[in-house]
C-alpha cells in the first residue's frame, strides 16, 4: 500500500530531508552521482541521475524504515512521482509540505522559502569550482546554512545545515559525467496512479455540539476486550485483522494480494451480547474497487467454530463511512464472524477499514491474575499483577511498564532507552494470550504497531534492569521523572468512589511515601470527553480528593498532599476511539520538589514564568558559550559561538507543554505551526534546576527524549543560568 509507506516515515527522516536537501539552478547536465546526507543519528546514500531539468533518486544504503523506492522529480514542472515497484503503482503530487516526506530533493527549496541568500566566496569541491551562498533569516547577520554550487554542473555538490541536535551535511561523491538513459525518468509501463483524496476539514463548531455526548461503544472493538481469533490471511502488519477492530476509519485491513473473496474473520467478544445494529468504514480504502461488498454476519455462543446463525447480510458502497445497517435476529453470542464475499471490482486487494456493531453485554466475567511470563515480538514479557497494579520487563532494549488493569483490559506506560509510550493490551477470556496496540509518547494520534503475546509460565521472572513490584517502579519514574501515570486506580462508573480491586494500589502508594518521608505530591485527575466539560472537571476534582482521602486516612500527612482535576482538558490520546478515551481516564502523581519551587500544587504552571529572561548556555560538545533570550509573548532569540569558531543564531517562537512528563519545549525556527515548521522544530524536554538554573536536552533523533542525558556536557545538552 503506496500511501501508506510514505505517510508512515519517521519524524527524524523528515527533519533530515528538510535541513539538508540541496539547491538547484534552473539547468543541470547529465550525470550520475552518490548523493550521501549524513548526521550525528543516521547515514543515507542515494543514488542520483540527472538529465536536464529531471531528477531521478532511490535509496541505496540508510536505515530500513525509510523505504527504497524510486523517486521521479520534474523541476520545470514541480511534479514528483514516488513509485511502487512491488505493487507497480505510484502516486504523484506537487504541494512542497507533502513532497519532501517522499522526495528529499525540494525540501530544502521550501525550508528556504523566507530566508534570505547572499554570495559568500567560491571554493573547490571534488574536482569543480563551487560558488558558495549563505542563507539568513532576515534582518539576521547569523547564518543558518550554507551550500556550495558548480555552475559546471549547476548542481550543489556539498551543503552544511546548523542544527542544535547536530549539523546536518550533504554531499556529491563518485560523480559520473555522460548521457543517462530518458527511460529512468519515465512512468514504467504497467503502472496504475494512486489518487491520496485530502480529507475535508471538520466543522469544529458540530463537533463541540456534539462533544458531550457519549460515544456509543462498539462491542467488537478491540477497546471493549474483543480479540480476532481467527485472521483472514492479511497484506501486512499495518493491514492486519487488528485494525478493522480499532474504532479508526483510517485504519483499516487488507487481504493477502490476490486473495480478494472469501475472507472470514472471527472475533471472539469480551461477554455474551445480543445486537441491535452494524456499521462498516471504507472510505479510507487505498484505490477505487477495494472497498468490501459483500458481507455475512453470524453469531455463535458455542465456540468459534461451531454453531453460527446468520444475524445480517449486507451490502456496502464503495469507499463511504458510516455504512449502518439494523440486527433483526434475536440471537445472542460470544462469537461472531464475518464472511468479507467480494469487493468492487479490483483484481487484487479487499479493504475494510473498520467495524463496529452495538448492542448489549449480557454477562460480566473477570479473568484470573494475569501474572506470569510471556513471548512476544518483543521477546519475553515478564508481567507482575498486584490488585489492579501491573508492573514488569520485557527483555528488548532494558523495557519496563508500569499500569493498571480493568477486566480483560491492560493499559500501561512502556518504557525503554530514551523513549517511551502507552499501550493498551486485551487478554483472552482465559488469560493465556494478549493482544496489544502501543504508541509513541506524544505521537498517540498513530499507532506504533501491534503488541501479541502468549503465556509460556506461571512464574513472574525478571530482568536484570527491572525492580521488580508496584511500588520500586512507581519511585523510580517519580526519582527519575517527576511524574507517574497509574491505570491501576478504578472507580465506578461516573463516580468518584474508589472501586474495592484499587485498594492494593493505593496502599502501595502510601508504603511508598512512608518509605520516602521527604516526598511531597500532587494527585492529578483526568476524565475523557464524555459528558460536559464543567461536569468533567468536577468529576476529576473529587476523584482526585477520593484518592488523597484514602492516602491520608492510612497516615500520611495532608500537607503532603495536593490535588489537581483536569477533567478532559489535558489528553494523553485522541477522545475519538474508545481506545484513546480509556487512556485518557487516569491518575496521575506529580512530585514537588522541594528544593527548587514552592510546596503548592500549582507550581506545574510555574515553569511557563520561571523560563522567562536572559540565559547563559554554557560550555558543552558543540558550543563554547551563548545566549538565549526567552520572551513573556512565546518568542526566542539564541546565539552561539560553536567549537569550530563558527558563529551561528536562531529566533523564532517556542512552545511549552506541562502537560506530559518531563515537561517539553518546542524551539522553532520562525513560527510553530506553521505549515512544514515541524521539520526544522527542536523538540525536547525541560526541567528546572533552580529559580535561576534549567536543563534543556534536545533529542537527537526528531522524537522527544524520554530522559535527561547523565553527561550535562554532550552536544545535546543545554544548562541555562539566568543572567537577567
Not at 31 to 36: G, I, M, P, R, S
Not at 387 to 414: A, H, P, Q
Not at 533 to 561: F, M, T, W
Request: glycine share 8%; net charge negative.
Amino acid at each position: 500500500m503506496l500511501p501508506s509507506l510514505f505517510a508512515h516515515l519517521p519524524r527524524i527522516v523528515l527533519v533530515l530531508f528538510a535541513l539538508s536537501v540541496t539547491f538547484f539552478p534552473a539547468h543541470a547536465a547529465q550525470f550520475t552521482v552518490d548523493l550521501t546526507i549524513t548526521s550525528p543519528q543516521d547515514s543515507f546514500v542515494y543514488d542520483l541521475k540527472v538529465k536536464d531539468n529531471m531528477i531521478r533518486l532511490e535509496k541505496t544504503k540508510g536505515p530500513m524504515n525509510v523505504p527504497s523506492f524510486p523517486t521521479i522529480y520534474n523541476r520545470s514542472t514541480g511534479v514528483t512521482w514516488g513509485l511502487n515497484p512491488q505493487v507497480q503503482q505510484y502516486v504523484e503530487e506537487t504541494d512542497p509540505a507533502k513532497t519532501m516526506m517522499m522526495n528529499p530533493i525540494i525540501g530544502w527549496e521550501f525550508m528556504r522559502r523566507n530566508l534570505e541568500v547572499t554570495p559568500a566566496g567560491t571554493e573547490t569541491i571534488e574536482g569543480y569550482s563551487c560558488q558558495i551562498f549563505e542563507y539568513r533569516q532576515h534582518g539576521d547577520t547569523r547564518v543558518a546554512n550554507r551550500v556550495w554550487v558548480s555552475p559546471e554542473l549547476d548542481f550543489t555538490l556539498k551543503e552544511v545545515s546548523y542544527a542544535l541536535n547536530g549539523d546536518a551535511t550533504l554531499a556529491l561523491k563518485n560523480i559520473k559525467k555522460g548521457p543517462v538513459d530518458p527511460a529512468l525518468f519515465e512512468i514504467p509501463p504497467g503502472y496504475s496512479k494512486v489518487v491520496i483524496e485530502k480529507a475535508p476539514r471538520e466543522d469544529n463548531t458540530k463537533n463541540n455540539a456534539k462533544k458531550s455526548a457519549k460515544t456509543e461503544q462498539s462491542l467488537v472493538s478491540f477497546s471493549s476486550g474483543a480479540l480476532v481469533v481467527e485472521k483472514s490471511p492479511e497484506y501486512s502488519a499495518d493491514w492486519g485483522n487488528i485494525w478493522m477492530t480499532d474504532e479508526n476509519p483510517k485504519t483499516g485491513w487488507c487481504c493477502a494480494g490476490g486473495q480478494i473473496s472469501n475472507n472470514v474473520i472471527v472475533i471472539e467478544l469480551a461477554e455474551k451480547s445480543v445486537f441491535n445494529r452494524l456499521e462498516f468504514d471504507t472510505a479510507s480504502a487505498d484505490g477505487a474497487g477495494r472497498g468490501a461488498k459483500d458481507i455475512l454476519v453470524e453469531l455463535s455462543d458455542e465456540g468459534p467454530a461451531d454453531g453460527f446463525t446468520k444475524i445480517a447480510s449486507v451490502t456496502l458502497v464503495d469507499r463511504e463511512d458510516n455504512q449502518s445497517f439494523p440486527v433483526n435476529v434475536d440471537k445472542s453470542g460470544k462469537w461472531l464472524r464475518l464472511t468479507i464475499l467480494n469487493n468492487h471490482g479490483d483484481s487484487q486487494y479487499t479493504e475494510l477499514m473498520d467495524f463496529c456493531a452495538y448492542g448489549e453485554q449480557l454477562t460480566k466475567t473477570t479473568i484470573a491474575d494475569v501474572s506470569g511470563t510471556y513471548t512476544t515480538n518483543f521477546n519475553d514479557f515478564h508481567l507482575k499483577q498486584e490488585g489492579t497494579s501491573v508492573t514488569g520487563c520485557y527483555e528488548y532494549d532494558e523495557g519496563v511498564l508500569n499500569g493498571g488493569i480493568e477486566d480483560r483490559i491492560m493499559k500501561f506506560i512502556w518504557m525503554e532507552t530514551g523513549q517511551k509510550g502507552p499501550v493498551v493490551m486485551v487478554f483472552s477470556s482465559d488469560g493465556e494470550k494478549f493482544y496489544g496496540i502501543w504508541w509513541y509518547e506524544g505521537r498517540e494520534d498513530t499507532p506504533g504497531g501491534t503488541w501479541n503475546g502468549v503465556k509460556i509460565s506461571d512464574e513472574v521472572g525478571g530482568c536484570a534492569h527491572w525492580g521488580g513490584g508496584v511500588q520500586e517502579q512507581m519511585t523510580s519514574e517519580l526519582l527519575e521523572f517527576g511524574r507517574v501515570r497509574l491505570y491501576g486506580i478504578n472507580f465506578d462508573f461516573d463516580s468518584d468512589i474508589i472501586r474495592d480491586e484499587s485498594k492494593p494500589t493505593l496502599d502501595k502508594i502510601v508504603a511508598m511515601l512512608k518509605s520516602e518521608q521527604a516526598m511531597q505530591l500532587i494527585i492529578e485527575g483526568h476524565t475523557d470527553s464524555d459528558g460536559s466539560a464543567d461536569h468533567n472537571q468536577i468529576l476529576s476534582q473529587q476523584r482526585a480528593e477520593s484518592v488523597k482521602l484514602y492516602l491520608v486516612s492510612a497516615g500520611i500527612s495532608p500537607s503532603r498532599l495536593f490535588t489537581k482535576g483536569y477533567g478532559e482538558s489535558i489528553t494523553v490520546a485522541p477522545n475519538t476511539t474508545a481506545t484513546g478515551k480509556a487512556q485518557n481516564r487516569r491518575v496521575e502523581l506529580v512530585k514537588l520538589d522541594t528544593q527548587s519551587m514552592p510546596q503548592h500544587e500549582n507550581v506545574i504552571n510555574d515553569i511557563s514564568q520561571i523560563i522567562i529572561g536572559k540565559w547563559h548556555i554554557a560550555e558543552n560538545q558543540r558550543t563554547v558559550t551563548g545566549s538565549i533570550i526567552f520572551d513573556e509573548n512565546g518568542l526566542y532569540e539564541m546565539n552561539e559561538k560553536l567549537q569550530d569558531g563558527a558563529g551561528v543564531g536562531k529566533k523564532g517562537e517556542y512552545k511549552i507543554n506541562q502537560n506530559i512528563t518531563p515537561c517539553t519545549i518546542d524551539i522553532c525556527l520562525g513560527q510553530c505551526g506553521q505549515e512544514g515548521s515541524e521539520w526544522v522544530t527542536l523538540f525536547s524536554i525541560l526541567r528546572v534546576l533552580t529559580s535561576d538554573k534549567i536543563e534543556i536536552h534536545i533529542s537527537p533523533d526528531g522524537n522527544y527524549p524520554s530522559s535527561f542525558s547523565d553527561n550535562t556536557t554532550d552536544k545535546y545538552t543545554m544548562i541555562l543560568t539566568r543572567t537577567e
